[in-house]
Structures are given as C-alpha cells and as structure tokens.
C-alpha cells in the first residue's frame, strides 16, 4: 500500500481541511501531520480505497476512509487521540 499521491490528496482534501483544525497538529508535507517531531497521520492509496494511519496510544492503526461514517469516525478518533497526547 503506497503513500497517497498528490491527485489522492486532491479527493482527501475535505478530510485534510477538518484535520488542519485539530490545535497541536503540523502538516509538515501535505496529507503528513506530526505531533512536535512525531508522526501523527498520513493517508496511503490502495485498490480499495483510502487509509489512514493514526496514532493512537503510541501505535499506528490503519483506519479506512472512503464514506461519510468512515471519515466522521476518523476525524472523531483523531481528535480524541490529540486530545489524549496533548494531557501527556
């Protein structure tokens, strides 16, 4: 499964806006968010769709991304993971 590429990152773009408004994150390439120096999120494309791989409690878990319940539950998870890494 390879990194999302520019024209993904074009469709992910909704998701990326709702990212950019979570306090603490910095995309440092578009589509990479990091936490200080730590990789937080980024997307990979894939025959099946789009992922993303969030840190949540120090591990990477790879969560799809490709319908409205699938985003809004991304988009939930990685604010409650921002919320708990911020209390760190």
Known sequence: MKHAGEAA???LEPILTELRKLPGLR????GAFYMGSVG???FHEDPAGF???LKEDG???RMPANNAREV???LRRAA???KA???R
């Open 9 to 11: 990152l074009d469709q």
């Open 27 to 30: 995309e440092r390439k578009r």
């Open 40 to 42: 937080f999120l980024h």
């Open 51 to 53: 992922f993303a791989d």
């Open 59 to 61: 591990d990477f878990v």
């Open 72 to 74: 809004a539950t991304l």
């Open 80 to 82: 409650a993971a921002v």
């Open 85 to 87: 890494a911020a209390k």
